[in-house]
C-alpha cells in the first residue's frame, strides 16, 4: 500500500474516532446505565449482561486451554471476525432500548442464549477439525450431532456479523465481487465466498450443501468445493415436495448424506441420539405454537426480535439442542406471565405486522424504531413461520421420512419453490391467524425471487384490502439502501396510506 | 456470401410465430411451447404435436413485466412475459416450464396469474442424477405425457414417443453433420449463420424446416472455407437467441466455431439412443446428459471438460461467457469457470448482457480488446 494511501485511511479514521467513542458508550453497560431505565430492567439487564461475559471468558480459556496460547492468537488472526461478536452485550443494549418489563427481559435471554449458541458453534469450529463438516444453511446439522460430528453452517456468521454491526459483511461481500462474482446475487452467498477467499472461515473435513434456498446460494458450492478441496454431498430438494413421491425420494437422499457421510468422516449414526434431537424439536415446536397461540391475543405478550430471532438461530441452528429447549421454555414463562396478568410487550401496539422474507440483517433495530415511533409490533415473521407436523420418533425410517419433510416445508425453503401459492398462501393465513394490520415485505434488491412475487403480491393485497409495504433494502449490505432511506420507506408508508400520527 | 436459404433462416427468426408455424397449426398440428433444454423436444414431436422454443425476437421494452417480474430479473423471462401479454404467443396451444431457475420458476407463476392459459405444466427436473432421479425424471416425463394425450387428444403410446424419437434423430443428424464442418481448419459457414440455422429450427416444425436445412447442407459442400480469421472462439453461456450477437462477435474478425449456451449444439445435438423398453426413462437420460446449465449442481467438472474438450476438438483459440444480467446461476458460476478455464491457458473473455442485443458499441470494443490481448 503507498504511504498516501496509509496516512489518508489513518486520517479518515481518526476523524470517525468521535462517532466510534460515542456509538462504543451507547452501546456500552454505562450508555445503558445512563439511558435511565426502570431499576428492575437494569438489574435484568446486567444479569445478562454478566452471564454472556462471563460466557465468553470461559469460552476463551477453553480456547486457551485447548489450543495453547499461540493457537488461539492464530486462531484470532485467521478469523478476525470472532473479535466482531464480542459485540454481542452492545446488540442487546440497542434492542432493549424503549423497551421494559418481561418484554424487555425476553430480548436479553434472547440475545444471550444466542451468545451462547454462537459460543458453542465457535466451539466445534476451532476445538475438533478432524470431525468438522461444513453444512450449508437450511440443512440444520441435527443428522451430523446425531453421528458425533462437529459442524458449523458456512452462511451463519454472515447473517450473525450484519446483526452485531452493519458493517461487518462489507469487506467479505466486496472480496467476492472483487473475484468475479456478481455484483447483483444475494450478499449472503457473497458474504460467505468472500469470507472463505480470505481464509477466514475454518476448513473441515467435508461439505453437505443444496438446491436450497435460491440459485446464488447453491450455485456458490461450485466455488466453495473447489476453494476448500472437500468432498460434498448436495441434498436435492424436489420443485412439487408436498406429495408422499417428494417425501419418499428426499428421505432416500437424505439416507444417501448419512451413508456417503459414514464413508468420509469418522461419524457414525447412532438413531438413539437422533431420536433424543428430534424429541427436542418436537418439543420446541409444541412450546413455539403456544408462544404463537398467545401471540394472537391484541395486544400481543411478546414480540419481535424475541420471536424472530430465537427462532433463526434455534430452530435452524441448534434444535433440540439443550441450549436452545431451554431457551424456550424460560421464553414461554415471561409470555405466560404477560399473557395470565394481561400485560403486553409494549402499550403503543396500535398496528399489528408480520415481516416478509429475511429480516434486515443489518438494521434490525429498525423493529424497535417503529414500535417506539408508530407503534407497530412485529408479531412473526416468514423465517420463522412453521407448520409442519411433529416429527414421528418411532423408527429411523419414520424420522428420516419426517425429519425431511421439516426441512422441505420448512420457512424460506417452502417459500422458494413450488407454485406461486406455497409463497402467497402463507402471507393471507398469517394476516388471519395473527390478526395483522399490515404486510411488511424485507424487498431484498438481491433475491429475485420475492421481487417477482411482488406484482401478484400488490394486486392479492388491494383486493384483501391488506396495506403492504414493499421495503427495498440488501441483506447484508447498508450502503445499497441506508438506514435512513429505510426509516424514511417506513414513514411515508406510515404517514400516508395508514395516515398514521407519530408517538413522540 | 449469405444464400438464398440463409435468407429463410433470418425470416423464420423475425417472429417468435413463423410461417412454419403457422402452415402447421392451419394443417392441424399443434404448438407447444417450451422454454429450456431440459424440456426433452421429441416427447414434443409424438404425434401431432410440435415444439416451439419460445424466444423474443426485436423485444423492445419490458413495461408489464417489470411491473410483476421486477426489473431485477433477467430480460429473457422478462421478454417472455412481455410476449405473452401483448398475445405474440397466441397460436401456441400450451407451454411446458422447467423451475430451471428462480426467473423461469417465477415467470410460470406470473404467467398462471395473468393468463391462466388452457395448457401449462412445469416440469419437476431434478438438480443432480442420480439412480432415484432419473426414475423421477421419467416419471415426470410420462406424468406430462398423459396430460398432453388427455388434453389434447394424441397418440402418447410408447410407439409414438418412438417415432417421435426417431424423427428427432434424424434431424439432429444433419444438425450435427452441419456443426461437424466448423471443426475444419477452414469452415464453410459462420457462427452467425450456423446460430441462425439452429434457432430457426429450434423455433420451427422439423419436418417443415428439414427441407430447408438439406438445401442449406447442398449449399455448404459448394462453398470455400473461411480462411481470413483473426480468432477462433467458443461461445459459453445461458440463453442466446439473437444471431445477431455472433455477428457482433464475429463483425470483430473472429470466427464462432463452437458453442455452449441454451441453444447451442454441444452437448445437446446428440441422437437419442434408445435404452430399454421405456422411452420415459431413454427420455430422461438424454435430457440429462444433452444440457449442461450450472442449476445442476454436481456437474460443474463436466462442464468445465466438456468446454476444455471442445476447445481442443474445434481448435478453439478463446472462450466468450456471456452472461445475461441477473442471472445468478451463470453469474455464480462464472466466478469458478473463468478461473479453471485460465489455470488451463485458456482464454477467456466474460460479458455480461441483456437478452436483447444492446450496447453494441461497448461489447464491439471488448471482443475487439479481447481478440487483441490473445495476440491474434
Request: a negative charge; glycine letters at 8%.
Given at each position: 500500500m503507498k504511504l498516501n494511501t496509509v496516512i489518508d485511511n489513518t486520517k479518515t479514521r481518526i476523524v470517525l474516532l468521535p462517532d466510534i467513542l460515542k456509538s462504543f458508550l451507547r452501546n456500552s453497560l454505562l450508555g445503558y446505565l445512563f439511558s435511565a431505565p426502570h431499576p428492575r430492567d437494569a438489574l435484568v439487564y446486567m444479569k445478562y449482561w454478566s452471564m454472556t461475559g462471563v460466557a465468553i471468558l470461559i469460552f476463551l480459556g477453553q480456547a486457551l486451554f485447548k489450543l495453547g496460547p499461540l493457537g488461539l492468537v492464530r486462531s484470532l488472526i485467521k478469523n478476525p471476525w470472532i473479535l466482531t461478536l464480542l459485540r454481542v452485550n452492545g446488540l442487546a443494549n440497542r434492542l432493549v432500548r424503549g423497551r421494559?418489563?418481561?418484554?424487555?427481559?425476553?430480548?436479553?435471554?434472547?440475545?444471550?442464549?444466542?451468545?451462547?449458541?454462537?459460543?458453542?458453534?465457535?466451539?466445534?469450529?476451532?476445538?475438533?477439525?478432524?470431525?468438522l463438516v461444513i453444512f450449508e444453511d437450511l440443512v440444520p446439522y441435527d443428522i451430523a450431532r446425531a453421528m458425533g460430528l462437529k459442524s458449523y453452517l458456512l452462511e451463519a456468521m454472515g447473517i450473525v456479523l450484519p446483526i452485531m454491526h452493519s458493517d461487518a459483511s462489507l469487506q467479505y461481500i466486496d472480496e467476492a465481487e472483487n473475484a468475479g462474482m456478481n455484483p447483483d446475487a444475494c450478499s449472503l452467498p457473497k458474504a460467505t465466498v468472500g469470507m472463505v477467499l480470505k481464509g477466514h472461515m475454518p476448513k473441515g473435513i467435508a461439505i453437505v450443501s443444496s438446491n436450497m434456498p435460491c440459485?446464488?446460494?447453491?450455485?456458490?458450492?461450485?466455488?466453495?468445493?473447489?476453494?476448500?478441496?472437500l468432498p460434498i454431498y448436495r441434498l436435492d430438494v424436489p420443485y412439487h415436495f408436498y406429495n408422499e413421491r417428494a417425501e419418499k425420494l428426499f428421505a432416500r437422499d437424505v439416507m444417501g448424506m448419512i451413508t456417503w457421510?459414514?464413508?468420509?468422516?469418522?461419524?457414525?449414526?447412532?438413531?438413539n441420539r437422533m431420536r433424543e434431537i428430534c424429541n427436542g424439536r418436537n418439543y420446541m415446536l409444541e412450546m413455539e405454537t403456544e408462544l404463537w397461540d398467545m401471540l394472537r391475543i391484541r395486544p400481543a405478550p411478546l414480540a419481535s426480535e424475541a420471536v424472530w430471532l430465537s427462532h433463526l438461530w434455534h430452530f435452524n441452528i441448534t434444535a433440540g439442542h439443550p441450549i436452545s429447549i431451554r431457551h424456550y421454555e424460560k421464553l414461554l414463562e415471561m409470555a405466560r406471565k404477560n399473557y395470565t396478568n394481561k400485560l403486553p410487550a409494549t402499550e403503543n401496539e396500535k398496528y399489528r405486522a408480520v415481516l416478509w422474507n429475511p429480516p434486515f440483517l443489518h438494521f434490525i433495530d429498525i423493529f424497535s424504531w417503529a414500535e417506539r415511533t408508530y407503534g407497530v409490533t412485529l408479531i412473526n415473521d416468514s423465517m420463522t413461520y412453521n407448520?409442519?407436523?411433529?416429527?414421528?420418533?418411532?423408527?429411523?425410517?419414520?424420522?428420516?421420512?419426517?425429519?425431511?419433510?421439516?426441512?422441505?416445508?420448512?420457512?424460506?425453503?417452502?417459500?422458494?419453490?413450488?407454485?406461486?401459492?406455497?409463497?402467497?398462501?402463507?402471507?393471507?393465513?398469517m394476516v388471519k391467524q395473527f390478526n395483522l394490520d399490515m404486510v411488511w415485505i424485507a424487498n431484498h434488491v438481491g433475491c429475485k425471487g420475492g421481487q417477482a412475487m411482488n406484482g401478484i403480491l400488490r394486486e392479492r393485497c388491494r383486493t384483501e384490502g391488506i396495506p403492504l409495504l414493499i421495503l427495498d433494502y440488501d441483506l447484508s449490505d447498508p450502503r445499497i439502501v441506508s438506514h435512513d432511506n429505510m426509516m424514511r420507506q417506513v414513514e411515508f408508508f406510515m404517514e400516508n396510506v395508514m395516515?398514521?400520527?407519530r408517538l413522540h | 456470401m449469405p444464400g438464398k436459404t440463409i435468407k429463410v433462416f433470418e425470416e423464420l427468426l423475425e417472429d417468435p410465430q413463423n410461417r412454419l408455424v403457422e402452415q402447421a397449426v392451419k394443417n392441424g398440428r399443434i404448438p407447444i411451447g417450451y422454454s429450456c433444454s431440459y424440456v426433452p423436444e421429441a416427447l414434443l414431436m409424438a404425434d401431432k404435436l410440435f415444439p416451439v422454443r419460445m424466444h423474443a425476437p426485436g423485444l423492445a421494452g419490458t413495461e408489464i413485466a417489470d411491473n410483476y417480474l421486477s426489473s431485477f430479473v433477467c430480460s429473457y423471462a422478462r421478454g417472455l412475459l412481455e410476449f405473452e401479454m401483448d398475445g405474440r404467443f397466441d397460436m401456441l396451444q400450451g407451454s411446458v416450464y422447467v423451475p430451471s431457475c428462480t426467473h423461469m420458476q417465477r415467470l410460470y407463476d406470473n404467467l398462471v396469474y395473468l393468463r391462466k392459459p388452457a395448457f401449462n405444466h412445469?416440469?419437476?427436473v431434478p438438480r443432480k442424477v442420480n439412480q432415484d432421479t432419473l426414475a423421477w425424471m421419467a416419471e415426470e416425463l410420462k406424468t406430462i405425457s398423459d396430460k398432453l394425450a388427455a388434453h389434447f387428444h394424441v397418440d402418447m403410446s410408447d410407439e409414438s414417443i418412438n417415432t417421435a424419437m426417431q424423427k428427432w434423430n434424424a434431424f439432429v443428424n444433419v444438425i450435427q453433420t452441419i456443426g461437424e464442418l466448423r471443426k475444419k481448419r477452414y469452415p464453410p459457414i459462420t457462427g452467425t449463420e450456423f446460430h441462425q440455422l439452429v434457432m430457426a429450427s429450434l423455433a420451427s416444425p422439423k419436418d417443415?424446416?428439414?427441407?430447408?436445412?438439406?438445401?442449406?447442407?447442398?449449399?455448404?459442400?459448394?462453398?470455400?472455407?473461411?480462411?481470413?480469421?483473426?480468432?477462433?472462439?467458443?461461445?459459453?453461456?445461458?440463453?442466446?437467441?439473437?444471431?445477431?450477437?455472433i455477428r457482433m462477435i464475429e463483425s470483430q474478425g473472429a470466427l464462432v466455431v463452437a458453442d455452449r449456451f441454451c441453444t447451442g449444439t454441444i452437448p445437446g445435438f446428440h441422437p437419442i439412443e434408445p435404452i430399454g423398453g421405456n422411452p420415459y426413462k431413454t427420455m430422461a437420460e438424454y435430457t440429462f446428459a444433452r444440457t449442461l446449465c450450472p442449476r445442476m449442481m454436481e456437474e460443474f467438472d463436466r462442464?468445465?471438460?466438456?468446454?476444455?474438450?471442445?476447445?481442443?476438438?474445434?481448435?478453439?483459440?478463446?472462450?466468450?461467457?456471456?452472461?445475461?444480467?441477473?442471472?445468478?446461476?451463470?453469474?455464480?458460476?462464472?466466478?469458478?469457470l473463468v478461473t479453471a478455464l485460465r489455470e488451463r491457458g485458456i482464454p477467456v473473455l466474460k460479458l455480461e448482457r441483456e437478452y436483447r442485443l444492446c450496447a453494441e458499441g461497448q461489447l464491439r470494443t471488448r471482443v475487439q480488446a479481447f481478440i487483441e490481448s490473445m495476440g491474434k
Open positions: 421494559s418489563g418481561m418484554y424487555h427481559d425476553s430480548i436479553c435471554l434472547t440475545v444471550h442464549s444466542v451468545a451462547l449458541g454462537v459460543l458453542e458453534q465457535l466451539r466445534d469450529m476451532l476445538f475438533d477439525p478432524k470431525h440459485d446464488a446460494g447453491a450455485a456458490s458450492y461450485a466455488f466453495l468445493q473447489r476453494a476448500y478441496d457421510l459414514e464413508e468420509r468422516t469418522p461419524g457414525r449414526m447412532d438413531w407448520h409442519h407436523e411433529p416429527i414421528d420418533t418411532t423408527s429411523p425410517e419414520t424420522m428420516l421420512r419426517d425429519w425431511g419433510k421439516t426441512i422441505m416445508q420448512g420457512p424460506m425453503v417452502r417459500h422458494t419453490r413450488g407454485p406461486a401459492e406455497n409463497y402467497l398462501d402463507d402471507i393471507f393465513r395516515k398514521a400520527q | 412445469i416440469l419437476d417443415l424446416i428439414l427441407p430447408y436445412i438439406l438445401d442449406f447442407q447442398k449449399e455448404l459442400e459448394g462453398r470455400q472455407g473461411i480462411q481470413n480469421c483473426r480468432a477462433r472462439l467458443m461461445v459459453v453461456g445461458g440463453h442466446l437467441h439473437d444471431p445477431e450477437f462442464r468445465l471438460n466438456t468446454i476444455v474438450d471442445t476447445v481442443k476438438e474445434y481448435r478453439v483459440d478463446g472462450v466468450v461467457l456471456e452472461i445475461i444480467k441477473f442471472c445468478d446461476l451463470w453469474g455464480v458460476d462464472s466466478m469458478p
